[in-house]
């Protein structure tokens, strides 16, 4: 299930295609998502800067994820961004997951990060309360 919607991001953000960027405006992003102190699977990662297209990341069953600018080119956009972590994806029989993360953290996001040139790690540690 969650390779055929990694699968399914990646084919759209390769429709998207590259022209909000190139690879010297990218910084390398990866990290781990818990909730309550234990690993986040299946949750969308997105880093949506102040100017310009989101990035965008799976969570795997550790809670990791990399950052996916668009289908060929890794990474996120350098400068702020809001972060938005959700469990309500699609799955593969058109259902949507039950939302797992608090507003706070989604559809009014508190989180914010700063991405650099070069490798980027930021861990999350989200709570349910």
Avoid: W
Wanted: aromatic share 6%; net charge negative; with cysteine.
């Amino acid at each position: 299930m969650k390779s055929s919607m990694s699968l399914i991001l990646l084919a759209v953000l390769a429709l998207l295609g590259c022209s909000s960027g190139n690879n010297s405006d990218l910084g390398q992003v990866e990290g781990r998502v818990s909730l309550d102190g234990k690993p986040l699977p299946n949750a969308q990662v997105q880093f949506q800067p102040t100017q310009g297209r989101p990035s965008y990341g799976m969570t795997d069953s550790e809670g990791k994820f990399t950052l996916q600018y668009t289908g060929t080119a890794a990474g996120a956009l350098i400068g702020s961004h809001t972060v938005l972590v959700t469990t309500a994806v699609s799955r593969d029989d058109g259902s949507v997951a039950p939302e797992l993360v608090p507003p706070k953290y989604n559809a009014r996001s508190e989180l914010e990060k700063e991405v650099q040139a070069g490798d980027n790690q930021f861990d999350f540690e989200l709570a349910s309360k």
